[in-house]
């Protein structure tokens, strides 16, 4: 039975999508396009890590545009997590680094937290990046 109904929403699936890749579709002045996956370039799983760890990683952000693009300010979801930006003014298909340090101090189990970077594209003036945990004593 639970064949018979992944077959059906498989079909349904082609049906509705069609059997070709998915092109992103290209914005103007984007930094990230599309809907947010956690394979995606904004999303970083940092495994397991030990309780009180400092952990550091960079993400890339690329103006894909064909203006240049401002970057207003990066804020975090919390305390436990401080953001960088390298260069807040970044030309047609320039890009910079985001460098993110997380502490895990007094977690457990897993967490997430976000970084928010606010532009001036009109397309997407918000730009949410994630990084996800697995605490461990």
């Not at 579709?25 to 940092?46: A, C, H, P, T, Y």
């Not at 979801?77 to 320039?94: D, F, M, Q, R, Y």
């Not at 340090?101 to 977690?107: E, L, M, P, S």
Request: charge should be neutral; hydrophobic fraction near 40%; charged fraction near 25%.
């Amino acid at each position: 039975m639970l064949n018979i109904c992944l077959a059906v929403l498989l079909l349904f699936s082609l049906f509705q999508y069609g059997c070709y890749p998915q092109q992103r579709k290209r914005v103007s002045n984007s930094i990230i396009q599309g809907v947010l996956l956690e394979d995606d370039r904004n999303f970083k799983d940092l495994g397991q890590v030990r309780e009180g760890e400092l952990v550091k990683i960079s993400f890339v952000i690329l103006n894909e545009g064909d203006r240049a693009l401002k970057i207003k300010e990066v804020n975090t979801s919390c305390g436990c997590t401080v953001a960088e930006i390298g260069n807040k003014i970044l030309g047609p298909w320039e890009s910079t680094n985001l460098d993110v340090v997380f502490n895990a101090k007094g977690y457990s189990g897993q967490v997430k937290q976000f970084i928010y970077v606010s532009t001036d594209s009109l397309d997407m003036p918000t730009i949410k990046f994630i990084i996800k945990a697995d605490i461990i004593k």
